[in-house]
């Protein structure tokens, strides 16, 4: 019997991708998203495979989530890996930021990751297996200027992921990160949003000089697929080793961020965004 992989947001880049390269290793998929009427009516649905079931589910929302999780194993039967992947990046100076968006940024990329987490564990304990995917970022480790908001949600994903593979070691449910660098996604466009208050025009000329040089770093990333590939692989994996960068540019960034002091790490990162 095939098995199922629980994937949240799977419209667009990483999350489509990853439900792709799963249907196509011969599983199941749960293709989570916020909007799955939009996907059923594209004429590349997601929906019109073999063995994937679109669903509606917005991490923000705990109903959403409990009822996709219900529906997806009164469906397929059970839940083997979850992908927490569902995320965008506010992107500007922290001091241009709304409380409104401050929330937003951790209800998405932390709290929604957490609830989805917290609502498939009993199955998961239940059946005494289970991987949990956690789809985190270099940026759980590595900081630029902008991101700050961004970052610190990353980070906690980075906290919570490691803490959390201890509490369910003795299930036998596997925690594992996935940290790619900037990936070929519309990240930089629908995924991403701004931060920006007339009151603090001394960020402006900041903030485009450092946007600009960012998004051209976005644009030569890796593809989506190499990051589904890596998702695939930390769900398969039978170890209990808990970090996959998923492509060259993430592992050399990784690599340097251990090996270099803090004082010269910070001057490299400040020459290549033009701080």
């Not at 968006?101 to 498939?120: A, H, K, P, S, Y």
């Amino acid at each position: 019997m095939p098995k199922t992989v629980f994937i949240t947001g799977s419209s667009s880049g990483i999350g489509r991708s990853t439900a792709l390269y799963f249907q196509k290793q011969g599983w199941n998929v749960a293709a989570t998203m916020r909007s799955p009427d939009k996907e059923i009516n594209r004429s590349n649905s997601l929906a019109s495979l073999d063995r994937v079931i679109c669903l509606k589910l917005d991490v923000t929302d705990r109903l959403s989530i409990a009822n996709a999780v219900a529906e997806t194993i009164a469906r397929l039967g059970a839940i083997d890996v979850l992908v927490n992947n569902a995320g965008y990046g506010m992107l500007g100076a922290f001091e241009t930021s709304t409380p409104e968006q401050i929330q937003r940024q951790f209800d998405t990329n932390v709290f929604g990751l957490m609830e989805t987490t917290r609502t498939v564990l009993p199955h998961f304990r239940d059946r005494k297996q289970g991987v949990i995917v956690n789809v985190a970022s270099i940026g759980g480790h590595v900081a630029f200027p902008l991101y700050s908001l961004y970052h610190a949600t990353k980070w906690a994903v980075e906290g919570f992921s490691e803490s959390l593979q201890h509490e369910l070691l003795a299930f036998n449910i596997r925690v594992k990160i996935v940290e790619p660098g900037p990936i070929k996604t519309d990240f930089y466009e629908r995924s991403a949003d701004r931060t920006s208050n007339p009151d603090f025009p001394e960020y402006d000329e900041f903030s485009d000089r450092i946007l600009t040089k960012l998004n051209k770093i976005g644009t030569t990333g890796a593809s989506p697929d190499v990051v589904a590939k890596t998702i695939y692989t930390a769900s398969t994996d039978k170890s209990w080793k808990l970090r996959y960068p998923s492509d060259p540019l993430a592992k050399q960034l990784l690599f340097m961020r251990k090996l270099l002091p803090d004082f010269l790490f910070t001057k490299i990162v400040r020459q290549s965004t033009n701080v």
